[in-house]
């Protein structure tokens, strides 16, 4: 199955002034598009051009880095666009997320804080993830294109921390970005959607 850039979910403008319409339109049109369009040529090359996109990422794993850093990275982003929403954010979560944090996390002090966390730590490109492992919550961080799929895991939250994803809103400033996806981008509603699914 071919690999499509689906629309943002939402207008260019909603996510500002915590990320701008310059960074959507270079991240989602440029970036994610590359990934796209290199990512059919590969999976065609490798004859996986028909498994799904789960399954090419997860086939492609360890045997096949130029398909899988484009697979992966459209796995990504395909849901990083829908883990973010206009007034998103900050700790009204849907039940079932906010008792899973607490039994398995400590909290959502601790998660926030473990997760910006993760996310500055993470040496260069990657992201930082919330996921399910074995039935429970975990924070997580990844390379590159990598995601908690290659680590038996699924993610329900992903935050994307390659310098396109806020160079542009924030510089250097990759703290400050991290605080904003929290505190203010957050679709808890589309976590809990994926978490449900995990589950
Ligand atoms: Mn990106």
Known sequence: MAFELPDLPYDYDALA?????????FHHDKHHNAYVTKGNELAEAAGMADLSLEEIVKKSYGTNAGLF????????????WKWM????????????????????????????ADFINAGMTQFGSGWAWL??????????KTPNGENP???????ILGCDVWEHSYYIDY????????????????????????YEAAS
Do not use: C
Request: charged share 25%; hydrophobic share 35%.
């Open 149 to 155: 799929l290659v680590m038996g895991a699924s993610p």
């Open 171 to 194: 510089r250097n400033a990759r703290p400050k970005y991290l605080e904003a996806f929290v505190d203010n981008m957050i679709n808890w509603d589309y976590v809990l959607e994926m």
């Open 85 to 112: 929403k206009k007034d998103g954010g900050g700790t009204s979560l849907p039940g079932a997320l906010q008792s899973a944090i607490d039994s398995d996390l400590g909290g959502y002090d601790k998660f926030r």
């Open 17 to 25: 002034p915590y990320m701008s319409r310059e960074t959507l339109e």
């Open 69 to 80: 850093n484009n697979a992966g990275q459209h796995y990504n982003h395909i849901h990083f």
């Open 131 to 140: 996921a399910v492992k074995d039935g429970k919550l975990e924070i997580m």
